[in-house]
């Protein structure tokens, strides 16, 4: 008789989304006058770059004529993209990442979520409170969580608390860990990582034989001097993998295609990870399309990265109307420069949701409640950067015009 895997029927079901639109839904029923502003869109709204498009319009064109049609690519992704990637997005930085170390695929969701195929069961994962809710779900479908208790989460995950107190930057835990997931700059809270702070997580890991699974999905948005790549300090070659995708950054939310990162020199137990996540990948998925592949190869080209710093620049610009706007009307608000995200704390000791409930019936905006991320979330409210500038403006002006003592 078959049995089902049994740890997916221990995950609790995630309504975070599910009850905010239902909360919008109603409200839009009750007051059809007010126009709503969303602002917990944690997706990109401009589109791709017109350098982007005629790449792939090219490929396209390539693909239905029988002297230039390709068929299966290689899995890991066709050289002239994974040498653009190394070129651009390391060597020219003065990192140390050759094109047989970048695995192309469809997403930092697949990979981030996937990448625990390579690692046994029984390692202990830490992973930061709040945090992108991929990393644990996937391990607990993995058997790596244990048990789940509403006040505590999953037996076996160590969550790394990042609250006001840590700057939302996680502690070293105290307990033994094999896996530590880290995202900077973050989401939800929007923080960044210091080159200091980053340097004892990779001295951690190389000293107690843990990996650090980097999460470098917005490295795009910073603006500050702090690390882009995990590879700029010392020692992370020899214990960190890196995740990077095109989705935030050049407007592939819908294209689909990221990348992975794994250093040959990256070995436990004398196997090289590089060698069994190619493994891994040669047998479970047959690479990225030829024509996203040329797309994401033209965001290296000078017209899209021109383009892409534009619509980069514009999120920025909504994310600063956005913490300088709340910090003028009384809230304590973080993140929103090194990311499209702002964290605002939730005034008067209110819960996330009692916050959501107040502004929306207030204001009209939508946001996102902290809670949704972890328990350290509660508390606190995300709001992205991603709507339009007229809408952000307005948004902050709603905002002002209620809360501005
Ligand atoms: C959006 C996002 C990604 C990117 O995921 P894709 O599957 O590449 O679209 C990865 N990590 C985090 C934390 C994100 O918010």
């Known amino acids: 008789m078959l049995k089902i895997n049994e740890n997916f029927i221990k995950l609790p079901q995630s309504y975070l989304f599910v009850d905010i639109a239902r909360k919008v839904q109603q409200f839009a029923e009750a007051h059809p006058e007010k126009t709503i502003i969303k602002m917990g869109i944690g997706d990109v709204t401009k589109p791709l770059p017109k350098a982007v498009v005629e790449a792939m319009k090219k490929a396209a064109d390539e693909m239905g004529q029988a002297e230039t049609f390709r068929g299966y690519g290689p899995e890991n992704g066709y050289a002239f993209l994974r040498e653009a990637i190394a070129e651009n997005d390391y060597r020219k930085h003065g990192i140390d990442i050759a094109p047989d170390e970048i695995f192309v695929s469809d997403g930092a969701k697949s990979d981030t979520g996937s990448i625990g195929d390579i690692f046994a069961v029984d390692n202990v994962v830490a992973v ?94 910073i603006t500050e001097d702090l690390p882009h790549s995990i590879y700029e300090i010392e020692g992370a070659h020899t214990c960190a993998i890196e995740f990077r995708s095109f989705s935030k ?110 502004l929306l019936e207030k204001t009209g905006i939508v946001g ?17 950067a991603f709507n339009t500038l007229e809408n952000t403006k307005a948004a902050i002006q709603r905002i002002t015009d209620y809360f501005r003592k």
């Open 128 to 221: 930061c409170d709040p945090v992108y809710p991929v990393y644990i779900d996937t391990n607990v479908m993995a058997g790596r969580g244990g048990e789940y208790n509403d006040q505590t989460g999953w037996s076996k995950i160590v969550y790394m608390p990042c609250t006001e107190e840590t700057n939302f930057l996680p502690e070293i835990p105290k307990e033994p860990v094999d896996v530590i997931y880290l995202c900077f700059p973050n989401n939800p809270s929007g923080v960044g990582i210091t080159r200091e702070a980053l340097q004892q997580w990779v001295d951690y890991a190389n000293e107690h034989q843990a990996v650090i699974l980097y999460d470098a999905a917005y490295e795009a948005f």
């Open 249 to 358: 950054t050049a407007g592939f939310t819908g294209t689909r295609c990221a990348f992975t990162v794994i250093p040959k020199a990256l070995q436990f137990q004398g196997v090289s990870l590089n060698a069994l996540w190619n493994r891994r990948q040669s047998t479970k998925m047959n690479g990225v399309s030829y024509v996203v592949q040329r797309g994401a190869e033209a965001v290296y080209s000078p017209e899209g990265q021109k383009e892409i710093q534009e619509n980069i620049a514009y999120y920025l610009n909504n994310a600063k109307i956005i913490r300088e706007g709340l910090t003028a009307a009384g809230f304590t608000a973080y993140g929103g420069v090194n990311s499209p995200y702002v964290w605002l704390k939730t005034p008067d000791g209110m819960t996330s949701w009692e916050f959501f409930d107040l």
């Open 368 to 384: 996102t409640p902290g809670s949704g991320f972890g328990l350290n979330g509660e508390g606190f409210f995300r709001l992205t």
